[in-house]
């Protein structure tokens, strides 16, 4: 029976990897997860204020049209934009996800979570990851919140994987080191 693959370490000082704790990569992903959740308050401010205008031209629409098919006008045009809220979260997370996750991995090698906690995200080489991995690996983080635990066991993945990779990490083949 033959050993299950390990990559070859960068090379370094130390000759090995050195690999990010389980705890750095939880509060990198809490400050990452953290602007998201400020875009989505942005955003549900933005479409709630552009709702209200909305549905108040349609109300007073609706009352020049009168009767009820005016007030059904009315009540239409304010919660159509309402119903936008439900792909808010996703869009968000795409779009902050590919500035975040991708756009600035790629060029310096963290995020903003990860570079506060002095974090990289690196290949087996050691290097800068490719940006089509990267948008991978932004997919797969969000394919993973769709499967009920998944992300729950791939947050407590590193906790006993020997290179600390998370799920999406094993996925595309990524590392997450300590730079700091």
């Not at 479409?47 to 609706?62: D, E, K």
């Not at 304010?78 to 869009?91: D, M, T």
């Not at 500035?99 to 087996?124: D, E, F």
Request: charged residues 10%; aromatic residues 8%.
């Amino acid at each position: 029976m033959s050993e299950p693959w390990t990559p070859p370490p960068p090379i370094g000082v130390s000759g090995q990897m050195n690999y990010a704790t389980w705890a750095d990569r939880v509060l990198a992903a809490i400050i990452d997860g953290l602007i998201v959740f400020a875009g989505v308050v942005v955003l549900y401010i933005v479409i709630s204020i552009i709702s209200f205008i909305i549905g108040g031209i349609g109300m007073g629409l609706g009352r020049v049209a009168g009767g009820e098919q005016g007030q059904a006008m009315g009540s239409l045009l304010g919660s159509g934009i309402c119903c936008v809220a439900f792909v808010i979260l996703p869009i968000v997370t795409l779009g902050i996800g590919l500035y975040n996750k991708v756009y600035l991995v790629g060029k310096r090698g963290s995020s903003i979570g990860q570079g506060i906690m002095k974090l990289n995200v690196v290949t087996a080489s050691g290097s800068f990851v490719p940006t089509g991995t990267l948008v991978l690996r932004l997919l797969v983080q969000m394919a993973f919140g769709i499967v009920p635990f998944l992300p729950i066991l791939s947050i407590l993945w590193p906790l006993w994987d020997p290179q600390r990779q998370a799920l999406h990490d094993k996925a595309v083949g990524t590392f997450v080191i300590k730079v700091g």
